[in-house]
Each structure stands twice: as structure tokens, then as C-alpha cells.
């Protein structure tokens, strides 16, 4: 009987440099196709339902912005045909990167629905936005939350007798209704005021800076950028650091003649739910009619 040869070291390295080339196509693949992003199976992000929504990722126009977006731009009511891009907790450099690694392509316009917080650095966010992935992150280990509670939730199904899978039909993103408790409001108010009355100018530098490179980007990528600064409730004190924000901002964008719309003092108390976000029945239908000439212009 003939022996086997040994593995030489030659071989152990080419088995290794196969399996590794493996590992990185289905690593690329995967994150190219974003199994956990577009499927039904694991609740979505507002980058995520967006894409679900319009169901592709490329646009003409969109309005970007933080919630006070998502709750002022009623997309199905406006004649403009820019596509409603607000996300939760977003910032400038959000907005950046999804242009510049992919994750969306607008071809015609882009509107920046502006407050303070956009530029905010230190502001928590949504974790389970892709770009927060690390570069030698694996998919499956960034994922690995939505992952778990997927599959326990369906094995907890299973076992009740359930044999389906259980997955997440809605693609909605969270709206505000009527208006918030006197009691509420001022408790709110305090809280922000504790929060970010003491701020400094150098915790929005980055996101200051990141509107250069999205001007420049859509220089380049010939997309025309406009920025409206977003309604704010007429009971809300804003700190100083916000105007030292605000005009900051704005000298950016008046170097670069982008043109700016300011909607800060447009609407009463009764169209807010809160601080800063419009209710739905009220204050989203005025800003919806009020920014479409606008829009369309």
C-alpha cells in the first residue's frame, strides 16, 4: 500500500489563499446583494425602507434630512417629484458616504432639509445603518443583532405551531400625530436644554466639513443642491451654539451660491407635535403645499 505524501507547506499556503479568496468573493457578494437589508425577514432602517419603498436605489431627486424631514414631507401628496430621504438620527456625513460608496445615486437634485442636529457629531445614531460597518467587518458579525432576533422570533414561531415564517410587511417610517402634553413639551425642552445648551462649535466640525465634500461631490456628479432650513416650533428656545451652527452653514453654502430657503419661523405651535417635528394632519400638509413651488422651481 503506498503512503500518502505530506502536505507540504507550499500546498498548506495555496489552501489557504484559495479559502481565503473564497471567504472574500462571498463576503463581496454578499454585501453586494445585502441579504439582511432587502429582505422582509428583519425590520428595516430608514435607509432601508426607503429602498423598499421606491424599490431601487437610484433617484432623481430627493429631500435628505433627520426626522423633522420624515414627518414634514408628505412624498404622496407633493407634485414635485422628489423622493422623501429622511432618516432617523441622520448627519451630513451619512448623506456623503451613501454617495460616494454606492449606496444610492442621485442623477438631478438634491434638497437638505437642515436644523443643527444634522451637523451634530456626537449625536447617537440608528447602528444598524450599513455604513457604520467597519472595512474588515464581516456582514454576518455587523448583522448579528437583527440575525438573532430573526431567528428566535421564528423558532419561538415554530414552536408555537406556526409553520411560517413571521416577516415585517410595514414600510412605514415613524410620523407624529396631534400635539405633545404642556407637561411633556417643557420636560422635552429641559432635557435639550441640559443636553446641548453647552455644546461647542468643534462638535460639528466634522459635519460642517462633510457639506464641502457633498457641495463638491454634486459639482462634480452635476447635481444642482439646495438646503431649507427646517421648520422649528415658535415655543422652542434654541441655544446659542444652534445659530453659531445656522450661520456657519449657511457661509458655507452662500461661497459655493447654493440657494437656501429658510422655514424656520414658517408655522404656529398647533402644526408641531414637538420641538421641531410637524405633526401629520396638520403641519405636513402646510409644509407639503408650502415647498412644492419651491421644489419644482
Same mark, same amino acid.
Given at each position: 500500500m503506498?503512503?500518502?505524501?505530506p502536505v507540504? $507547506?507550499?500546498?498548506s499556503?495555496?489552501?489557504?489563499? #484559495? /479559502? $481565503? /479568496?473564497?471567504?472574500?468573493? +462571498?463576503?463581496r457578494?454578499?454585501l453586494a &446583494?445585502n441579504?439582511?437589508?432587502n429582505?422582509n425577514?428583519?425590520? @428595516?432602517n430608514d ?5 423598499a419603498i421606491?424599490q431601487? &436605489? *437610484?433617484?432623481?431627486r430627493i429631500i435628505f ?5 420624515v414627518?414634514a414631507f408628505?412624498?404622496a401628496d407633493s ?5 422623501e430621504?429622511?432618516l432617523?438620527?441622520a448627519k451630513?456625513?451619512?448623506?456623503v458616504t451613501?454617495?460616494? @460608496?454606492?449606496?444610492i445615486?442621485v442623477?438631478e ?5 437642515l436644523?443643527?442636529?444634522?451637523f451634530?457629531?456626537?449625536l447617537?445614531?440608528d447602528?444598524r445603518y450599513?455604513?457604520?460597518r467597519r472595512a474588515? *467587518? ?8 437583527? /440575525?438573532n432576533?430573526?431567528l428566535?422570533r ?5 414552536l408555537?405551531?406556526?409553520?411560517y415564517?413571521?416577516?415585517h410587511?410595514?414600510? !412605514?417610517?415613524?410620523l407624529?400625530?396631534g400635539n405633545?402634553?404642556?407637561?411633556a ?6 432635557s435639550?436644554?441640559e443636553?446641548f ?6 462638535e460639528?466640525?466634522?459635519?460642517l466639513? $462633510?457639506l %464641502?465634500? =457633498?457641495?463638491?461631490f454634486?459639482e462634480?456628479?452635476?447635481i444642482? =443642491?439646495r438646503?431649507?432650513?427646517?421648520p422649528?416650533n415658535p415655543?422652542?428656545? &434654541?441655544p %446659542?451654539?444652534f445659530?453659531r451652527?445656522?450661520?456657519?452653514a449657511?457661509?458655507?453654502? !452662500?461661497?459655493?451660491?447654493?440657494? #437656501?430657503?429658510?422655514?424656520t419661523d414658517?408655522?404656529p @405651535? *398647533?402644526y408641531?407635535y414637538?420641538?421641531?417635528? /410637524?405633526?401629520?394632519e396638520?403641519g $405636513?400638509i402646510a409644509f407639503? @403645499? !408650502?415647498?412644492?413651488p419651491? +421644489?419644482?422651481?
Amino acid at each position: 500500500m503506498k503512503k500518502k505524501s505530506p502536505v507540504t $507547506a507550499k500546498q498548506s499556503i495555496a489552501f489557504l489563499v #484559495i /479559502l $481565503a /479568496l473564497m471567504l472574500i468573493t +462571498l463576503e463581496r457578494f454578499v454585501l453586494a &446583494t445585502n441579504p439582511v437589508g432587502n429582505s422582509n425577514l428583519f425590520s @428595516r432602517n430608514d435607509h432601508e425602507t426607503t429602498i423598499a419603498i421606491h424599490q431601487t &436605489t *437610484e433617484f432623481d431627486r430627493i429631500i435628505f434630512g433627520s426626522s423633522p424631514v420624515v414627518a414634514a414631507f408628505r412624498e404622496a401628496d407633493s407634485t414635485s417629484g422628489y423622493a422623501e430621504f429622511g432618516l432617523v438620527l441622520a448627519k451630513i456625513t451619512y448623506l456623503v458616504t451613501m454617495l460616494e @460608496r454606492g449606496y444610492i445615486t442621485v442623477n438631478e437634485d438634491i434638497v437638505l432639509g437642515l436644523n443643527a442636529s444634522v451637523f451634530m457629531d456626537t449625536l447617537d445614531t440608528d447602528a444598524r445603518y450599513i455604513w457604520h460597518r467597519r472595512a474588515f *467587518e464581516p456582514y454576518v458579525y455587523f448583522y448579528r443583532d437583527r /440575525l438573532n432576533t430573526a431567528l428566535v422570533r421564528n423558532l419561538d414561531h415554530f414552536l408555537q405551531g406556526n409553520f411560517y415564517l413571521r416577516r415585517h410587511f410595514d414600510l !412605514e417610517k415613524w410620523l407624529y400625530f396631534g400635539n405633545m402634553s404642556d407637561e411633556a413639551f417643557d420636560a422635552l425642552l429641559a432635557s435639550h436644554i441640559e443636553r446641548f445648551w453647552d455644546m461647542d462649535i468643534s462638535e460639528f466640525s466634522e459635519n460642517l466639513a $462633510a457639506l %464641502e465634500r =457633498l457641495i463638491a461631490f454634486c459639482e462634480a456628479n452635476n447635481i444642482r =443642491l439646495r438646503a431649507v432650513w427646517m421648520p422649528i416650533n415658535p415655543l422652542a428656545h &434654541t441655544p %446659542e451654539i444652534f445659530d453659531r451652527v445656522t450661520e456657519e452653514a449657511n457661509r458655507i453654502l !452662500e461661497a459655493h451660491g447654493i440657494e #437656501i430657503k429658510d422655514m424656520t419661523d414658517a408655522f404656529p @405651535r *398647533e402644526y408641531f407635535y414637538d420641538l421641531g417635528h /410637524l405633526n401629520f394632519e396638520l403641519g $405636513a400638509i402646510a409644509f407639503t @403645499r !408650502e415647498i412644492d413651488p419651491w +421644489l419644482k422651481s
